[in-house]
């Protein structure tokens, strides 16, 4: 049985950080591109940032130089690090897992900045 289960996520003031994490089980982790989606309210589902299960990453262009995404292949875990946030970056935050052939989502993680 496939697995990817986010930490909460929560409430933090513009400027401040964040770091999300989603463990993975029930997949061969390290041939799995592991990404972070976001969705706001009314808005599609948007990719935030990808990495291979090399180490190459992307980042959508609203995060760049804000965010960071990192994986730990020992640990089936992928991290994203948000600094620097702003209120725009309010939603709901998917864990997700693309081998090319499957991909698999987490339950999602409401991240609210927000004074």
């Known amino acids: 049985q496939v697995q990817l289960v986010e930490s909460a996520g929560g409430l933090v003031q513009p400027g401040g950080s964040l770091r999300l994490s989603c463990a993975a089980s029930g997949i061969i982790f390290n041939i799995f591109t592991m990404g972070w989606y976001r969705q706001a309210p009314g808005k599609q589902r948007e990719l935030v940032a990808a990495?291979?299960?090399?180490?190459?990453?992307n980042y959508a262009d609203s995060v760049k130089g804000r965010f960071t995404i990192s994986r730990d292949n020992a640990k089936n875990t992928v991290y994203l690090q948000m600094n620097s946030l702003k209120p725009e970056d309010t939603a709901v935050y998917y864990c997700n897992g693309n081998s090319g052939k499957v991909f698999y989502w987490g339950q999602g993680t409401q991240v609210t900045v927000s004074s």
């Open positions: 990495i291979t299960g090399g180490g190459s990453m």
